[in-house]
């Protein structure tokens, strides 16, 4: 299965932008790449995914490289409620037949704090 | 909609004891999904359904973890017998699709602490 290398950690100061790496150099063409994030003592929750496009929405924006072996999820100005661990994912897009399996294991992500 | 509902919220018990953890997915959603998190491991999928049916069970731990989903609205995962090392954050999440396009929505948790 395809997996994903994220820092464990990273500070912004609030205000600021925040870039968020994340690679995944063994993607396959048919893997969709997922950002979620997770609040303290809370349930993950979804920020924006992408294929192959550049993608925007009112949380954030996802930049996927030309080669798709990278993205880097945009928070256009950090807020203290933006900090969270922020997790990467690859969901490969098979048939949705029901049959087969897929392993949706979010690993460790990137604890983000932010500074005021 | 209220959204994926978990309970309990926190369940301490002792080892050898039965626990058993419930959801109730999001109305119209066809997957559900149990997930458990810890600090060593991060958030692994242990199993999920579509529509009622269990397709993937390999992150199950061991034959004492067991899930069922009687109907759309309904599902647990039961630890029998609980053992100190299932300590842990319990999450069960639901979605329309496997993920792949859509989202999942993830209820708030069911601490487990056995002793």
């Known amino acids: 299965d395809a997996k994903t290398t994220q820092p464990n950690s990273m500070e912004s100061n609030e205000e600021e932008p925040v870039h968020l790496p994340c690679n995944h150099s063994t993607i396959s063409g048919t893997d969709y790449i997922h950002w979620y994030r997770q609040l303290p003592s809370q349930g993950p929750e979804y920020v924006i995914h992408?294929?192959?496009s550049n993608v925007n929405n009112r949380m954030a924006s996802l930049t996927i490289a030309e080669d798709r072996k990278s993205s880097t999820l945009i928070l256009h100005r950090a807020t203290l409620r933006d900090a969270a661990v922020y997790y990467c994912i690859l969901i490969p897009r098979y048939k949705d037949s029901g049959a087969g399996s897929y392993q949706l294991t979010f690993g460790k992500g990137t604890k983000l704090s932010v500074i005021p | 909609d209220a959204g994926v509902i978990q309970s309990p919220r926190h369940e301490v018990t002792e080892m050898g004891q039965e626990v058993t953890l419930r959801c109730k997915p999001i109305s119209g959603h066809d997957y559900l999904f149990w997930y458990r998190q810890t600090m060593m491991r991060g958030l692994e999928l242990l199993i999920y359904?579509?529509?009622?049916?269990?397709?993937?069970d390999s992150g199950m731990p061991e034959d004492r973890f067991s899930a069922k989903m009687p109907n759309a609205s309904f599902s647990t995962l039961k630890i029998q017998p609980s053992e100190p090392r299932d300590s842990a954050v319990y999450f069960c999440?639901?979605?329309?699709?496997?993920?792949?396009?859509?989202?999942?929505?993830f209820g708030e948790g069911s601490r487990l602490t056995v002793l």
């Open positions: 359904f579509n529509n009622n049916v269990p397709i993937d």
């Open positions: 999440a639901s979605s329309r699709d496997r993920g792949s396009t859509g989202e999942l929505f």
């Open positions: 992408g294929l192959t």
